[in-house]
């Protein structure tokens, strides 16, 4: 048989397997933009330990669950997400506690709900930690 048919298949056989690790743009997008945000700003308060609010930024699953205000986020849907309304500091509840966000990180934030809140790796390495 041909060396070279012999690579081409193995190339065409594990292709998928290389490319099925690589990160979504989705993906990317939470570990650059967003992860350094919640990080910074909501971890010291919302994480397994404390989980203020009954909310962990280290679990999009608690982000997804309906409290008494609704979701934390609504993937697709900025405008629903409880989240989006507390950073803009003009509804009863006001995160993070003080200073306003900076108009830059909302915008990221928001725009990471609004592309469907996908989760990245940065958060879950942390937690595992």
Known sequence: MNRFAVMYGLMAFYSPLFAA??????ERFFDR???PILTKRCLGCHNEDLKNGAISFLDRGSLLKVGARGPAIVPGKPEQSVLVKT???EWDIQMPPGPKLPRKEIVILTDWIRRGAVWGTKLQKAAAL
């Open 21 to 26: 690790n690589k990160p979504s743009a989705g």
């Open 87 to 89: 950073l803009s500091h």
């Open 33 to 35: 933009r967003v992860a």
